[in-house]
């Protein structure tokens, strides 16, 4: 079984950063491709990026290109999702998932999430 926990959400004026954590432990951490999600108030789920299992690999979203960064630490089985240049569009719930395989990940067909975060971006 595999356990994701997303950690540091909050509240945050446009302009603004945060950082969120996604400790997951279970599986063979080291060896899965993990990836954020976030669904808005009214809206379906919508893929944000995701991480190969070595870091080695990256993909983005248009829409926070240049602005997110995701990366791992796989001696802690930890993924982080460093936001910056925060805009009122990225106010949403963040989760993250995690599947051995990237196409799985990248498509949001996972059964591994996590209970999510709220990022809140005040105009």
């Known amino acids: 079984q595999v356990r994701l926990v997303e950690s540091g959400g909050g509240l945050v004026q446009a302009g603004g950063s945060l950082r969120l954590s996604c400790a997951a432990s279970?599986?063979?951490?080291?060896?899965?491709?993990m990836g954020w999600f976030r669904q808005a108030p009214g809206k379906e789920r919508e893929f944000v990026a995701a991480i190969s299992w070595s870091g080695g690999a990256t993909y983005y979203t248009d829409s926070v290109k240049g602005r997110f960064t995701i990366s791992r630490d796989n001696a802690k089985n930890t993924m982080y999702l460093e936001m910056n240049s925060l805009e009122p569009e990225d106010t949403a719930v963040y989760y993250c998932?995690?599947?051995?395989?990237?196409?799985?990940?990248?498509?949001?067909?996972?059964?591994?999430w996590g209970q999510g975060t709220q990022v809140t971006v005040s105009s």
């Open positions: 279970g599986r063979t951490f080291n060896k899965y491709a």
């Open positions: 998932t995690t599947d051995a395989r990237w196409n799985t990940v990248v498509g949001g067909r996972s059964d591994y």
